[in-house]
């Protein structure tokens, strides 16, 4: 288990190590520079400078690697700190034991004999001189590492944003490509419902929700962030459940409910969408004892979408959307780790529940 976690990390581990390496020589220079025969009996306290050496670099690894990763980042890209405020806890405490066992032992010896009769405010051998240091130590670590993590959030999000901005380039030169001009789409839709109006009411029905599909599918409108108001969403995704109920002859078996106190916050658009197309594709609807399930609400400062459909035994559909490996992709460099995204599968049924932070 720790070799795996080694081999997944060791990046990571080497640039601290690099770090380590460079602040401790720093440490070492600025001392012997200012006394040289102290700074030799210090460095060489208790197990010789090699061992000692291998001591500090491989604590202030993983001090550092702890306080960016499992402290540091995950409080500012969740902004949940009780866990990240735990991890401190537990990991300050074992330095401080770890400390004072070294500053006990090392107190006792004879070539740190000179700590007590230290003419300092407070005596160099005492509680109080350790805490002092370890404070001040210990806030040394923080600064660093608080810089380095937010640096690698800044590159974090300048990478992802430029991924983002050249999936979405990608996107809509695939759609121009397939596309054909909206105005003579529309225009003729608008000419065949004319027409059929007279003729047949639901055909004309039909042909107005198709065109309403296709119009908002086109021209959805996104704000600065890629973000569209739900409202628009949910309308979008019903109509594309109603064409489809029409298609059939209103024989799919289909259970929509929605508890959403606010449609006017904002979520990237086309994902709950391509999920209820993925359903219709690839799922059996005609089975009264197995509908398809859809569940929209809100709570705690999150939307929550659930859908769950029965597998189809017989020829599918392929599919032409940008299927569920894209949907993850999209959503971690939109939500990064606050999202959740779970896919259940088993022979006979297939679910997906999905969970984003809400944004008005």
């Known amino acids: 288990m720790i070799s795996i976690?080694?081999?997944?990390?060791?990046?990571?581990?080497t640039i601290l190590l690099l770090l380590a390496i460079f602040l401790y020589c720093f440490i070492f220079f600025i001392s012997y520079v200012s006394n040289p025969q102290e700074t030799l009996l210090s460095f060489s306290r208790r197990y010789g400078i090699l061992?000692?050496?291998?001591?500090?670099?491989?604590?202030?690894?993983l001090t550092n690697f702890f306080l960016i990763f499992y402290i540091i980042l995950p409080l500012i890209r969740t902004g949940k700190w009780r866990k990240p405020i735990l991890f401190f806890t537990i990991l300050y405490f074992v330095k401080f034991i770890y400390g004072y066992f070294d500053f006990e032992i090392t107190k006792t010896m004879h070539s740190v004999s000179h700590?007590?009769?230290?003419?300092?405010?407070?005596?160099?051998?005492?509680?109080?001189?350790?805490?002092?240091w370890f404070i001040v130590f210990s806030m040394f670590d923080i600064v660093i590492c608080i810089g380095a993590s937010l640096t690698i959030e800044w590159w974090r999000r300048t990478r992802q944003q430029i991924l983002l901005e050249k999936q979405k380039a990608q996107a809509e030169l695939t759609a121009l490509k397939h596309q054909i001009n909206p105005h003579f789409l529309f225009n003729s839709l608008s000419f065949i419902y004319s027409k059929s109006i007279r003729q047949d009411e639901d055909l004309a029905k039909a042909v107005l929700l198709l065109s309403d599909i296709m119009r908002y599918a086109l021209t959805v409108e996104e704000d600065k962030g890629g973000k569209v108001i739900l409202e628009k969403e949910i309308t979008h995704l019903k109509n594309v459940i109603e064409i489809n109920q029409r298609r059939l002859n209103n024989r799919l078996h289909i259970i929509y409910e929605e508890k959403v106190d606010n449609l006017q916050i904002k979520i990237i658009p086309l994902v709950l969408i391509t999920l209820v197309e993925n359903a219709f594709k690839h799922g059996d609807l005609l089975d009264a004892h197995y509908p398809l399930e859809i569940i929209l609400g809100n709570q705690?400062?999150?939307?929550?979408?659930?859908?769950?459909?029965?597998?189809?035994?017989?020829?599918?559909?392929?599919?032409?959307?940008?299927?569920?490996?894209?949907?993850?992709?999209?959503?971690r460099l939109i939500y990064g780790e606050t999202h959740q995204f779970i896919v259940h599968?088993?022979?006979?049924?297939f679910s997906?529940?999905?969970?984003?932070?809400?944004?008005?």
């Open 352 to 360: 997906v529940s999905l969970q984003i932070p809400i944004e008005a």
């Open 115 to 132: 700590m007590r009769n230290s003419k300092t405010l407070i005596p160099e051998d005492s509680f109080g001189w350790f805490v002092l």
């Open 51 to 61: 061992l000692n050496a291998a001591i500090f670099l491989a604590e202030n690894v």
């Open 5 to 13: 976690f080694i081999h997944k990390q060791w990046r990571r581990f």
């Open 300 to 331: 705690q400062g999150y939307l929550s979408f659930f859908i769950k459909n029965k597998k189809s035994a017989g020829t599918k559909e392929l599919s032409n959307g940008i299927g569920l490996t894209n949907i993850k992709h999209r959503l």
């Open 345 to 349: 599968e088993d022979t006979e049924m």
